[in-house]
């Protein structure tokens, strides 16, 4: 399965700032997604990022909050933005269709812990 | 929609017990069926997974089988260990769901030496 990166691995911000977090995969994949892990909860999808498009955003979650990119097939940002304490959470990227894997296979990284202050 | 629900927790169990937590799930058409492990600070891993019904699959010896007649796949271990203490979430990908994962609300599990 492929190998997956997060960096931060963990930060503590300020409300009213924002974090970008960067997911690495260490070779080409089909579908990259983020999730987000409240506190003792279960995961829910932000969106999926497009390759070369605008991310696809579940409900509830908007491009101005949450803005994705994901400009090659191997990497991609969350930024989170204009933060506020009920952001405080786990974000998870995952990604699928890794070469010789199935698309309905999710593998996810290490996570990204976010505390705001 | 479809749905996945897994037993509450905490579960708590001493070593070397057996170990069941049950899963039951609601979709259309033949879903693939996973089971996902967090351990304490860390994100998902994928434990174990079947792609279709009566198949098992398994891992770290845990076991899990597809059974489309009761639409479950409980996990199972014959005898469990303190590092088995994690979260496991059940999980479902299906035609109707785009290919997103549906996940259970997670079971803790908790074993004392």
């Known amino acids: 399965s492929a190998v997956i990166s997060q960096k931060p691995s963990r930060d503590i911000c300020q409300r009213g700032t924002s974090l970008t977090i960067q997911c690495q995969v260490d070779?080409?994949?089909?579908?990259m997604f983020w999730y987000r892990q409240q506190p003792g909860q279960s995961l829910t999808l932000i969106a999926t990022?497009?390759?070369?498009?605008?991310?696809?955003?579940e409900s509830g979650f908007v491009i101005d909050k949450f803005p994705i990119s994901r400009p090659n097939l191997t990497f991609s940002t969350l930024t989170v933005s204009n933060m506020s304490p009920e952001d405080s959470s786990i974000y998870l990227c995952?990604?699928?269709?890794?070469?010789?894997?199935?698309?309905?296979?999710?593998?996810f990284g290490p996570g990204t812990r976010l505390t705001v202050l | 929609g479809d749905s996945v629900t897994q037993m509450e927790g905490p579960v708590t169990l001493s070593e070397e017990a057996f170990l069941t937590i049950n899963c039951t799930y609601t979709?259309?058409?033949?879903?693939?069926l996973f089971w996902y492990v967090q351990y304490p600070g860390e994100g998902l891993q994928l434990l174990l997974k079947?792609?279709?019904?009566?198949d098992k699959g398994s891992n770290k010896g845990f076991e899990a089988t597809y059974r489309k007649e009761t639409t479950s796949f409980h996990l199972e271990k014959g005898s469990v260990q303190v590092s088995d203490s994690a979260v496991y979430f059940c999980?479902?990908?299906?035609?109707?769901?785009?290919?997103?994962?549906?996940f259970g609300s997670g079971t803790r599990l908790s074993i004392r030496p």
């Open positions: 979709a259309t058409g033949y879903p693939s």
């Open positions: 070779s080409q994949v089909t579908m």
């Open positions: 990022a497009n390759q070369g498009s605008e991310a696809t955003y």
């Open positions: 999980a479902l990908t299906s035609y109707s769901s785009a290919s997103k994962i549906i």
């Open positions: 079947a792609t279709k019904a009566d």
């Open positions: 995952s990604v699928a269709g890794s070469p010789g894997d199935r698309t309905d296979t999710q593998y």
